[in-house]
């Protein structure tokens, strides 16, 4: 009988077999005989690589799941697919093209991942900017520790503390005009509550003159308010004289400042303010009048207490 050639892989056919034993190519039996040809048919796939051969396969039907390969005797396999005796060293079956091995095949080597351009570009400007983020962090880095090393305090230039809390200012002295009557002397003003100052004022209004209190502080101050308290006894308040206009002075201040008390016993709040204060100058230009209780009414005006506030003033030294 007439062998053939295998057109795929150049093999000997013999002429009754419809399936080339090496590459499983389908041989029809009515095509005429040929030289042998590498060329692959349009519907068999061939792959190879550096040499090495890789199973070929039809596009003409699905494949075929192979079963267990088994042999029947010592020069045959049997087919798992259609159970046809091949001899032992084909490696498709010459009846219907199928692998009679199991063993896994050679694969081919997975193609290198290539990069576009426009995806190298942006792999190299990240990079770029990376380093320049790294170097800028270094650079500050070492500025900062030479920057702090090279930096020297400077000593302090304010001659006070700085305060910002108003507490009540230290009085040094306290000069009044007219001085006082007897015990009820100027120095009251600042001994504390209970003590008090008190002048003949219906004398001064007489000879129209007016009752001035200076208090004088240790260092300049900015003052922000000033407490001043009556007599709290409700009934001596109303016997005596109590103070109502007053003219408020310091060193620093371009002008006068106006203020009316209330005609209340005990403390209230003068809102009176001065910068760099060494001393502050109160007038008194008017009283709320006495009036006679339980058959009493005096002559006098009566202050209990002079308290100012403030803090010290911010100065420079020169």
């Given at each position: 009988?007439?062998?053939?050639?295998?057109?795929?892989?150049?093999?000997?056919?013999?002429?009754?077999?419809?399936?080339?034993?090496?590459?499983?190519?389908?041989?029809?039996?009515?095509?005429?005989?040929?030289?042998?040809?590498?060329?692959?048919?349009?519907?068999?796939?061939?792959?190879?690589?550096?040499?090495?051969?890789?199973?070929?396969?039809?596009?003409?039907?699905?494949?075929?799941?192979?079963?267990?390969?088994?042999?029947?005797?010592?020069?045959?396999?049997?087919?798992?697919?259609?159970?046809?005796?091949?001899?032992?060293?084909?490696?498709?079956?010459?009846?219907?093209?199928?692998?009679?091995?199991?063993?896994?095949?050679?694969?081919?080597?997975?193609?290198?991942?290539?990069?576009?351009?426009?995806?190298?570009?942006?792999?190299?400007?990240?990079?770029?900017?990376?380093?320049?983020?790294?170097?800028?962090?270094?650079?500050?880095?070492f500025d900062g520790n030479q920057t702090a090393s090279s930096t020297t305090v400077a000593s302090p230039t304010t001659s006070t503390p700085a305060q910002t809390e108003n507490n009540p200012i230290e009085v040094i002295r306290v000069d009044c005009d007219p001085v006082g009557l007897g015990s009820f002397a100027c120095s009251n003003?600042?001994?504390?509550?209970?003590?008090?100052?008190?002048?003949?004022?219906?004398?001064?209004?007489?000879?129209?003159?007016?009752?001035?209190?200076?208090?004088?502080?240790?260092?300049?101050?900015?003052?922000?308010?000033?407490?001043?308290?009556?007599?709290?006894?409700?009934?001596?308040?109303?016997?005596?004289?109590?103070?109502?206009?007053?003219?408020?002075?310091?060193?620093?201040?371009?002008?006068?400042?106006?203020?009316?008390?209330?005609?209340?016993?005990?403390?209230?709040?003068?809102?009176?303010?001065?910068?760099?204060?060494?001393?502050?100058?109160?007038?008194?230009?008017?009283?709320?009048?006495?009036?006679?209780?339980?058959?009493?009414?005096?002559?006098?005006?009566?202050?209990?207490?002079?308290?100012?506030?403030?803090?010290?003033?911010?100065?420079?030294?020169?």
């Open positions: 009988m007439v062998s053939r050639t295998c057109e795929q892989c150049g093999s000997t056919v013999a002429a009754d077999e419809q399936f080339c034993p090496q590459c499983g190519a389908f041989m029809d039996p009515l095509a005429p005989t040929r030289a042998p040809s590498r060329r692959p048919s349009p519907n068999v796939i061939s792959v190879t690589s550096d040499g090495t051969n890789y199973e070929e396969f039809s596009l003409d039907q699905p494949p075929v799941e192979p079963g267990p390969t088994r042999t029947t005797n010592g020069d045959n396999i049997e087919c798992p697919s259609c159970h046809t005796p091949n001899p032992a060293t084909n490696l498709h079956c010459q009846n219907c093209g199928a692998r009679l091995r199991q063993g896994p095949l050679p694969t081919a080597p997975r193609p290198a991942v290539q990069a576009t351009a426009g995806v190298r570009a942006a792999l190299a400007i990240s990079g770029l900017l990376l380093v320049v983020i790294l170097v800028a962090l270094v650079f500050n880095v003003l600042i001994a504390g509550e209970g003590s008090e100052f008190q002048v003949n004022w219906e004398e001064l209004e007489a000879a129209n003159e007016t009752l001035t209190i200076t208090l004088y502080f240790r260092e300049p101050m900015t003052v922000s308010f000033i407490e001043w308290s009556n007599i709290s006894d409700q009934l001596r308040f109303s016997q005596n004289h109590r103070a109502r206009g007053l003219l408020l002075n310091s060193d620093n201040q371009v002008s006068e400042w106006v203020w009316e008390l209330e005609n209340t016993p005990g403390l209230q709040i003068i809102d009176y303010a001065a910068l760099e204060a060494t001393w502050i100058e109160i007038t008194i230009t008017s009283t709320h009048r006495a009036e006679v209780s339980e058959g009493n009414v005096f002559s006098e005006i009566a202050i209990d207490e002079i308290i100012p506030w403030g803090r010290p003033a911010l100065t420079t030294e020169g």
